[in-house]
């Protein structure tokens, strides 16, 4: 028997097609998880503030104090850097 150009071609895009479909699904479990992470941040407002403002304050307290102090102490470029850190973080 021979080979049939046309089957082995058909073959070899429905194989194609079921490894994007596992890449997709896998792709929509991994989205499907941050969305949670993320409602679950959003959406569970306990005392007037999420996890998230909690952590977002506690890295303007804290990683970035620091950052800002030693930059203001180095100067020149790192410092003007450092004031535009802090003024896209400002809210």
Same mark, same amino acid.
């Given at each position: 028997?021979?080979?049939?150009?046309?089957?082995?071609?058909? +073959? /070899?895009? *429905?194989? +194609?097609?079921?490894? +994007?479909?596992?890449? +997709?699904? $896998? &792709? *929509?479990?991994? =989205?499907?998880?941050?969305? /949670?992470? =993320? $409602?679950?941040?959003?959406?569970?407002?306990?005392?007037?503030?999420? $996890?998230?403002?909690? &952590?977002?304050? %506690?890295? =303007?307290?804290?990683?970035?104090?620091?950052?800002?102090?030693?930059?203001?102490?180095?100067?020149?470029?790192? &410092?003007? %850097? &450092?004031?535009? *850190? $802090?003024? /896209?973080?400002?809210?």
């Amino acid at each position: 028997m021979g080979s049939n150009p046309s089957l082995e071609f058909f +073959l /070899a895009t *429905v194989s +194609l097609m079921e490894a +994007l479909i596992e890449r +997709l699904e $896998q &792709a *929509v479990i991994r =989205l499907e998880v941050v969305s /949670a992470k =993320l $409602q679950g941040c959003f959406g569970n407002m306990a005392n007037g503030e999420s $996890q998230c403002m909690e &952590a977002f304050d %506690h890295l =303007l307290r804290g990683p970035l104090s620091g950052y800002m102090k030693n930059s203001w102490i180095i100067g020149g470029d790192v &410092a003007k %850097h &450092a004031e535009m *850190v $802090q003024n /896209a973080l400002q809210v």
